[in-house]
């Protein structure tokens, strides 16, 4: 993913790439980064498979896709050279220093970059609401992160990342589509992934109250046509492909709390006046897996049967959050000394962009 802004106003021009090319892919079998309480397990619903470690060789394909892909961005995008701008990169929360030095060494040298600033894209998104404290729920494509931020400082012991992301509610609506074909007479035999996707974004939604959508009847259900032009009815694998983010046991991802307890449990970590401060500014929910309709709600009701002071703000443009925060956090004086420049990077080596991390 990339995202630009071009600011004429200062003559600077910023790309924010998300850094994607050297970090592995989640695996389910470990679930959960920074020690919960897991729930008791219960039979799976559906055998959801964990995504794997990458090899090197595909490490290696992912780093010339990043290469290319940011090329691209300065060519036909920004249409200057990178040498001639600076590079704001998101990162995950729990990105270890060996990732990152590998991709400054990437860009410096493969690129000439004027600069490079890595953030994590919760704090952008904090940011993005201007606000300084607060709880960051980012629900991406692979993972979903909760991450508290106090007066801009990171609270990294706090964080927790949950392995079960929007491309798990994808495989979950696909294994659930593919149960109906014993009820429904369908000319085609498998799904297209995208047509699993749109089915996803267009009609997928979270039930309030899950045992109690369960019992409604069957009956209700709502028509689809596929590019083949077959009509199909969708019924409740429409919500039930994203319970995996409130109760990812029931879809076999193991040791992966769900969202709500997850959240709750980091509130009752936190303590005094640290506590209090984030309480107030509230929970900012963030990321394209953020969107599904009933999801705020759900949330809402579930944090406050436990935490009834804290508010669940989930703004209309939280998909973008991330690099809206980026376009201000760049221009921000207070930013200006986290830059790790060509010349800095040449002086000291890659491990210099580590003392200009959160």
């Not at 696909?174 to 996803?200: C, G």
């Amino acid at each position: 993913h990339y995202y630009i802004t071009n600011n004429l106003s200062c003559r600077c021009m910023v790309a924010m790439v998300t850094m994607v090319a050297m970090i592995d892919e989640p695996d389910h079998g470990g679930g959960i980064i920074a020690g919960l309480t897991l729930p008791s397990q219960r039979k799976s619903l559906l055998p959801l498979n964990g995504t794997r470690v990458l090899t090197d060789k595909e490490k290696e394909e992912k780093k010339k896709k990043m290469l290319k892909m940011i090329w691209h961005v300065f060519i036909h995008e920004l249409r200057v050279g990178p040498e001639e701008a600076s590079l704001l990169l998101t990162e995950h929360v729990f990105t270890d220093n060996t990732t990152r030095a590998e991709t400054a060494t990437l860009l410096f040298d493969e690129m000439d970059a004027k600069a490079l600033m890595f953030v994590p894209q919760e704090f952008l998104a904090l940011i993005s609401t201007g606000h300084r404290s607060g709880i960051v729920i980012h629900m991406s494509n692979t993972y979903t992160s909760i991450v508290p931020i106090w007066n801009l400082n990171i609270l990294r012991n706090k964080a927790v990342v949950l392995q079960v992301g929007g491309q798990d509610v994808t495989r979950a609506l696909e294994l659930l589509l593919k149960q109906r074909r014993a009820e429904q007479v369908f000319r085609t035999s498998d799904f297209d992934p995208l047509v699993v996707e749109d089915i996803k974004e267009k009609r997928g939604y979270v039930a309030l109250d899950y045992e109690g959508e369960m019992s409604k009847p069957a009956a209700l259900s709502t028509e689809y046509e596929l590019p083949d032009c077959q009509v199909i009815n969708l019924g409740r694998e429409l919500f039930q492909c994203t319970e995996c983010l409130f109760q990812p046991h029931l879809f076999g991802i193991k040791n992966t709390p769900g969202l709500i307890g997850s959240v709750n449990q980091l509130i009752d970590t936190l303590n005094g006046q640290i506590k209090q401060d984030i309480v107030a500014q509230s929970v900012f929910l963030t990321g394209s897996s953020s969107m599904f309709p009933g999801l705020v709600e759900r949330l809402r009701a579930g944090i406050a049967e436990k935490h009834s002071a804290v508010n669940v703000v989930a703004p209309p443009e939280r998909k973008m959050s991330a690099w809206m925060g980026g376009s201000i956090w760049a221009e921000l004086s207070v930013s200006k000394n986290l830059w790790t420049t060509k010349e800095e990077f040449d002086a000291y080596g890659p491990d210099v962009v580590h003392s200009k991390c959160f």
